[in-house]
């Protein structure tokens, strides 16, 4: 059993930071597959960052330079950090872990950038 504890949203000004983090439970972190999620209302949650057990990251063109995903496997943590944070950057954001056929998710956060 997977489970995961997102944390480190909030309400931040345009041009601020926030860090989110994803404590995972379990011994299947470190040979997993993670991400970050986000739904904005009205809209579809989408794919923001990936990262694999390798530490090979992936983004979405509209949040490239700004923010960067990374891992502690030692820590059975993920993290993403956002930098330069636009009003379309709110939304609740999900961490996924993906073992095998498997997808776990986290309860979401909300993350709040005001212009």
């Known amino acids: 059993q997977v489970r995961l504890v997102g944390s480190g949203g909030g309400l931040v000004q345009a041009g601020g930071s926030l860090r989110l983090s994803c404590a995972a439970s379990?011994?299947?972190?470190?040979?997993?597959?993670m991400g970050w999620y986000r739904q904005a209302p009205g809209k579809q949650r989408e794919l923001v960052a990936s990262?694999?057990?390798?530490?090979?990251?992936n983004y979405v063109d509209s949040v490239k330079g700004r923010f960067t995903i990374s891992r502690d496997n030692a820590k059975n943590t993920m993290y993403l950090q956002m930098n330069s944070l636009k009003p379309e950057d709110t939304a609740v954001y999900y961490c996924?872990?993906?073992?095998?056929?498997?997808?776990?998710w986290g309860q979401g956060t909300q993350v709040t950038v005001s212009s």
């Open positions: 996924n872990l993906i073992f095998g056929s498997k997808w776990y």
């Open positions: 379990g011994t299947i972190f470190s040979i997993s597959a």
């Open positions: 990262i694999t057990s390798g530490g090979v990251t």
